[in-house]
């Protein structure tokens, strides 16, 4: 099969998709649409929305980044959904920048759809308006002479594509004329993004059936979790030692480990997953991804760069279904948290204990690389949100003080990166790093575009044989408020994981041979609390769900996404365990979506806690630059590191290494047929970028200091601190 070329294609202002898009797949044949590319008019997915008319007191979304008006002058709309936005339609879903709060407008000042209403009819017929007097009188000048094209372009696409296609099928040949006997090509169109019931054809050249219908995780892909990709863990539980995270199933895949990976990577997640996604009325991803997808140190047993390819194979995916992305920086040299989503198992290394201020010194350098490449032109726009560290355990671990300085002097590096101001890279993520919300209001004030993130989750706490629709009014309550608050305190406020999950039944949901709360046996954190109930037969057992209870679960989910506003579920999959079945069902957005307890239209959730929905002023974003007395409440180093003291007495690093590594670009390629005939080989190609955005910033990396003794940076907080250097 013929392999596409590429050559370079600038990018131009004022795209009419407004999208960027880095990565085109162009065909020689001029009348295929580009794979990549909405159609004319359509409208920009963002953040956690929905298609639709705002009324007063509707949320609005306020993640979704550079292309729109930004933050500062309104508040974006949460009303369009995805799938919605592969639609050919005269829409353009950015919020007008004079807009009040309770009514918002396209960019063309075309007021967006009420809730409820239906997008897929009425939208249609706003689309296709019949033309004035005046203009039929024009239109009819044309008739005649328009009546040969609209048979070329009609009639004669529709027996290549339709009628001859059915009639070799029935004959039982293909790509050839069954009268001639010759081997004569087909016209063909391959549609990319359509409407409901649409035959979208993807890139490895098989096609899937479309249906139309905010945000969710993609979990235990590029950063594996035993409780996600069980049956990757249960095949080397005889290994010793037994794999409980992805430290250890390295070690445990030993020689074959790439091959190994490589499989899970291409059939964990795919590009009919990101489909799926967008026909779920899902807009947003967010990506975890570990610090490996750069460069691994002597000792660590992770592999470089593999996952990277399969992060820009996820970029273009995004491109083409309309989706944003939140890369999620998910597992740091040390480990921010000791739990085994982030790469290991044990303890924290990472702002504590004798290496932690090197191994966030490391992790900078890291968020410097991830900063330069999303900022890209080519790429800022779909990589919208940067979660520059997942769930540091600020509390009780690091502290505060450590972690507000290492947040500024990252913010500081992703704005060298990107420049400042609307338009100029991916908004900072904050993790909340387990302090309440409360305790970030008017931190870094007159940063530029930055939003905190919570994860708030029922299942790890003391636990309950209340069933689900016991928390719907919980989620309104318990969360509802405290969003709304931070949106006004503090700015821009996510939810970056939430579950439908109400105890910690599931298979290895926390960890392997760790036990579980709910049946009384959990081994973790001091835990002595009483049985509850087999997980089973109570939680688990989703195949013999009944409707209420599968209502329920939706009821309570809904009431999240309401609650929570701006938010991703954690996660999209849950693959199937050995015994054949997804044994942590509460946990699969996939899942819920296909059995029911999930809902077909996330815009249905909007009113579940309408009493307590943000309807106030968000808190701005300002202009980046940081006053010195703010500064001088984070320095960096920061003036202590807990369980090890003085950062001056501590290993440290010294920017010394060079090259520089940085992150490289990707370019799809189309294979297959359809009906026998060979998808066509493009002539063109696109620029997919350096990997680094700003040419001024040259800073070596940093690496150990000539003469100095550094200890392993896995070692453990509890360490005795070497000689100073």
């Not at 409440?633 to 090259?659: E, H, K, M, R, V």
Request: aromatic fraction near 12%.
């Amino acid at each position: 099969m013929a392999e596409q070329s590429y050559t370079a294609v600038p990018r131009t202002e004022g795209d009419i998709s407004e999208l960027n898009f880095a990565v085109r797949e162009v065909f020689s044949d001029p009348h295929l649409p580009d794979p990549l590319e909405l159609p004319p008019g359509a409208a920009r997915p963002r953040f956690l929305g929905q298609e639709g008319k705002a009324e007063a007191g509707i949320r609005d979304s306020y993640a979704s980044s550079s292309y729109s008006t930004g933050y500062r002058s309104h508040v974006p709309s949460e009303d369009a959904g995805s799938a919605y936005a592969l639609n050919a339609h005269p829409y353009t879903d950015d919020p007008d920048a004079s807009s009040r709060l309770s009514q918002y407008h396209d960019g063309d000042g075309v007021q967006m759809r009420n809730m409820g209403e239906s997008r897929d009819l009425d939208g249609k017929r706003a689309a296709y308006v019949p033309p004035t007097k005046a203009r039929r009188a024009r239109w009819a000048l044309f008739i005649s002479g328009g009546l040969i094209l609209l048979i070329l372009a009609v009639i004669i696409p529709i027996y290549f594509t339709v009628i001859k296609p059915k009639a070799q099928k029935t004959t039982g040949t293909s790509g050839s004329d069954s009268g001639s006997g010759g081997n004569q090509a087909s016209s063909f169109s391959l549609a990319t993004s359509g409407t409901d019931g649409s035959d979208v054809f993807l890139s490895d050249g098989t096609s899937m059936k479309y249906t139309n219908n905010y945000g969710v995780n993609l979990g235990g892909w590029l950063v594996t979790e035993p409780f996600i990709s069980p049956a990757l863990y249960q095949k080397f539980s005889s290994s010793k030692p037994k794999p409980i995270d992805e430290w250890t199933l390295m070690q445990a895949m030993g020689d074959k480990k790439e091959e190994l990976m490589k499989e899970h990577y291409e059939t964990f997640i795919t590009e009919k997953d990101f489909a799926e996604i967008a026909a779920a009325g899902l807009n947003f991803l967010r990506i975890p991804i570990g610090y490996w997808v750069i460069e691994v140190w002597d000792g660590e047993p992770f592999i470089p760069n593999l996952s990277w390819t399969y992060f820009l194979k996820a970029v273009g995916w995004a491109r083409k279904y309309g989706l944003r992305i939140n890369l999620d920086f998910h597992a740091v040299p040390g480990s921010q948290n000791s739990w085994n989503h982030s790469g290991k198992l044990g303890t924290i290394n990472w702002l504590l204990g004798p290496m932690g201020i090197a191994n966030a010194q490391r992790t900078l350098d890291y968020i410097r690389i991830l900063a330069e490449f999303a900022s890209q032109d080519q790429y800022k726009d779909i990589i919208s949100i940067f979660g520059i560290i997942n769930e540091p355990r600020g509390s009780p671990a690091i502290g505060k003080d450590a972690l507000s300085s290492f947040y500024l002097a990252a913010y500081d590096i992703v704005r060298t990166a990107s420049g400042t101001g609307e338009g100029k890279g991916p908004w900072v993520s904050f993790h909340d790093g387990f302090f309440p919300r409360s305790q970030w209001v008017g931190f870094l004030p007159n940063a530029d575009r930055i939003q905190l993130d919570d994860h708030p989750y029922l299942a790890f706490g003391d636990q309950s044989n209340a069933g689900p629709g016991t928390y719907v009014q919980t989620a309104c309550d318990s969360w509802a408020d405290a969003v709304a608050t931070s949106m006004s305190e503090f700015g821009v406020t996510q939810v970056g994981e939430w579950s439908v999950g109400h105890t910690d039944c599931g298979l290895y949901l926390n960890g392997v041979d760790q036990g579980i709360r709910y049946e009384g046996d959990y081994v973790m954190d001091n835990w002595s609390g009483p049985k509850i109930g087999d997980c089973d037969k109570d939680i688990t057992n989703w195949e013999s769900w009944s409707s209420s209870r599968k209502t329920d679960y939706q009821n309570f989910a809904m009431a999240q996404m309401d609650a929570f506003q701006n938010w991703f579920f954690w996660t999209w999959k849950i693959g199937n365990s050995t015994a054949g079945r997804v044994e942590t069902p509460n946990w699969s957005y996939q899942l819920g979506y296909e059995q029911g307890w999930l809902p077909k239209d996330p815009r249905k959730a909007d009113g579940k806690c309408s009493q307590k929905k943000f309807s106030g002023t968000i808190a701005q974003s300002g202009s980046g630059k940081i006053a010195n007395n703010v500064r001088a409440q984070y320095p960096w180093p920061p003036a202590s590191i807990n369980s090890a003291g003085d950062p001056a007495t501590l290993p440290q690093y010294t920017p010394t290494g060079t090259p520089i590594p940085s992150l490289s670009g990707w370019a799809p390629t189309i294979t297959g047929s359809i009906s026998g005939t060979a998808v066509p080989s493009p002539t063109a190609s696109i620029n997919v970028g350096s990997g680094w955005k700003n040419s001024d910033d040259k800073t070596p990396m940093m690496k150990e200091k000539a003469g100095c003794s550094y200890l392993d940076p896995w070692v453990g907080p509890t360490a005795a601190v070497p000689d100073s250097c």
